[in-house]
């Protein structure tokens, strides 16, 4: 339980009718990574995890969502801290994909990595300055793609944990981009190489 004022709950309240107290569930069960590794396995497939390292916004979690279920990911991994939850708002913006996509939330992202490489997993960060260009990646195996925050991009623990730092080609004068299309982008050259 966390207190809070009342002009916060205000702008957490929909209806402004909250009577002082309000309470945040998630729209679906979160499910263990072992399972995630499961429904790979019952389907015959190489693990394709997405991993996300403290996305704090739900648009970019639920957009993030429905691409993975349109890539054939196998589940989203998610920090219990600093980062949206499976809300209203992200079930909204997956358009559906939360129903279908099992997510994981775990209490400690780089352990959760170093936990996948034991297993044989390799693990894609993406980088501006990755020296693995996307191309170059080979994502035909067992992969979990991790995804930085939308500001800072991966925390230097989870960028530590990385096999390799994967950077997408940019030929704007931008040098980022929004953290779910970097997500679809990895998650549809897996789909490519898979094929």
């Known amino acids: 339980m966390v207190e809070?004022?009342?002009?916060?709950?205000?702008?957490?309240?929909?209806?402004?009718?909250?009577?002082?107290?309000?309470?945040?569930?998630?729209?679906?069960?979160?499910?263990?990574?072992?399972?995630i590794l499961d429904i790979a396995a019952e389907k015959g497939e190489p693990p394709l995890i997405v991993v996300c390292d403290e996305i704090s916004d739900p648009h970019n979690l639920g957009a993030i969502l429905r691409t993975a279920e349109c890539a054939g990911a196998h589940g989203v991994i998610i920090p219990k801290r600093r980062s949206a939850g499976l809300t209203a708002i992200v079930a909204k913006t997956s358009a559906g994909a939360v129903s279908y996509v099992p997510v994981a939330r775990v209490a400690n992202i780089s352990a959760t990595l170093k936990d996948l490489k034991k297993l044989g997993i390799w693990v894609f960060g993406t980088a501006a300055e990755g020296t693995t260009a996307l191309y170059d990646a080979d994502l035909k195996g067992p992969a979990a793609i991790v995804i930085g925050s939308e500001g800072d991009g991966m925390t230097r623990l989870v960028r530590e944990n990385c096999d390799f730092l994967v950077s997408i080609p940019m030929k704007g004068r931008i040098s980022s981009l929004n953290a779910s299309a970097a997500a679809a982008i990895l998650l549809y050259e897996a789909v490519r190489q898979r094929q």
């Open 4 to 35: 809070a004022d009342r002009r916060k709950l205000d702008n957490m309240s929909r209806t402004h009718a909250h009577q002082g107290v309000i309470a945040l569930a998630a729209v679906r069960e979160y499910v263990s990574v072992q399972s």
